[in-house]
């Protein structure tokens, strides 16, 4: 990855949410509310408070540029906007 945040801030990918029917049929999520991702970069400052490469995080949902990089989307958000790490 060659992105890198700057100052306290950190780079996510977005985890669309699924549901699934009491079927068992797999219903797309709510393409307007992007809550959960993965951590795609970090600085120190976002390693202090448990954002690690490869976690789980649910963030404030207007939070954050989105960002088009090597043809995939990011978002970079403060880490003041990450409300909590999925352990």
């Known amino acids: 990855m060659a992105i890198k945040p700057i100052?306290?801030?950190?780079?996510?990918?977005?985890?669309?949410?699924?549901?699934?029917?009491?079927s068992g049929l797999v219903l797309a999520g709510d393409k307007e509310e992007p809550l959960k991702a993965?951590?795609?970069?970090?600085?120190?400052?976002?390693?202090?408070?448990?954002?690690?490469?490869?976690?789980?995080?649910y963030y404030k949902k207007y939070a954050g540029t989105k960002i088009k990089y090597d043809g995939q989307e990011y978002i970079v958000i403060d880490n003041e906007d990450v409300l909590a790490v999925i352990i």
Do not use: C, M, N, S
């Not at 993965?38 to 954002?51: F, M, N, P, Q």
């Open 38 to 57: 993965e951590v795609i970069a970090t600085t120190e400052e976002g390693e202090k408070i448990g954002l690690t490469l490869g976690a789980e995080v």
């Open 7 to 22: 100052g306290e801030r950190v780079v996510l990918k977005e985890i669309e949410a699924e549901e699934t029917t009491q």
